[in-house]
């Protein structure tokens, strides 16, 4: 059964730091770009960052760039969000997603979606 | 405020057609980038719907369909159902701002 499972949302103080992990199962990990995707509490979907098959090409959004690191480790099929200095304004519902098309970083759909991971950032 | 426009609601009875409308520029959808539809239902992640601008994924009622114009694009159900009750999206890529960028959404309500 192809899944994603995220990991590592909580309550965290503004300024701090939080690691999201994103458990892939049922699919070769190591073909698919992956994605970060966040959602705000009743508010719409933001594509946060994209990260390559092989690890080697990142891409972020303006507002998080500079303060988050988007990584991998294919050989335990697991993607990771690095969030530093954090802000109010991440609040939000983070989802990895995989993209629909295997290999290179392409403007494509998000097949998979994992049940995403509350990250609040709050004093 | 989304780079890609999608009316708030929209509403039917069951069996209707409804239509949800995604507006962009000539740096996303009118740039020749393919447009990707999301179901979420409540308390769920999205799910998608429709891939490349007219694609359905297997498992995908054929009353879902979408179509893609100049700068913009639609998502149309057809036969409206009590389950299709769900807020909808739209995705396309954004050359200037060189990121995957997302309609508001969409709230589709069975009357």
């Known amino acids: 059964q192809v899944q994603l499972v995220e990991s590592g949302g909580g309550v965290v103080q503004p300024g701090r730091s939080l690691r999201l992990s994103c458990a892939a199962s049922?699919?070769?990990?190591?073909?698919?770009?992956m994605h970060w995707v966040r959602q705000t509490p009743g508010e719409g979907l933001e594509w946060v960052a994209v990260?390559?098959?092989?690890?080697?090409?990142?891409y972020y959004a303006d507002s998080v760039k500079g303060r988050f690191t988007i990584s991998r480790d294919n050989s335990k099929n697991t993607l990771f969000l690095q969030m530093n200095s954090l802000r109010a304004e991440d609040t939000a519902v983070y989802y990895c997603?995989?993209?629909?098309?295997?290999?290179?970083?392409?403007?494509?759909?998000?097949?998979?979606w994992g049940q995403g991971t509350m990250v609040t950032v709050s004093s | 405020q989304s780079v890609l426009t999608q009316p708030p609601s929209v509403s039917g009875a069951p069996g209707q057609r409804v239509t949800i409308s995604c507006t962009g520029s000539?740096?996303?959808?009118?740039?020749?980038?393919?447009v990707h539809w999301y179901q979420q239902l409540p308390g769920t992640a999205p799910k998608v719907l429709i891939y490349?601008?007219?694609n359905r994924p297997s498992g995908v009622p054929d009353r879902f369909s979408g179509s893609k114009s100049g700068t913009s694009a639609s998502l149309a159900i057809t036969g409206l159902q009590a389950e299709d009750e769900a807020d909808y999206y739209c995705?396309?890529?954004?050359?200037?701002?060189?990121?995957?960028?997302f309609g508001g959404g969409t709230k589709v309500t069975v009357l």
């Open positions: 997603a995989r993209d629909i098309v295997p290999v290179a970083i392409r403007p494509a759909a998000f097949d998979i």
């Open positions: 000539s740096s996303n959808i009118g740039a020749g980038y393919d």
């Open positions: 490349g601008n007219i």
């Open positions: 995705q396309s890529y954004d050359s200037s701002l060189s990121g995957w960028v």
């Open positions: 049922g699919f070769t990990f190591s073909s698919y770009a």
């Open positions: 990260i390559s098959y092989d690890g080697t090409n990142k």
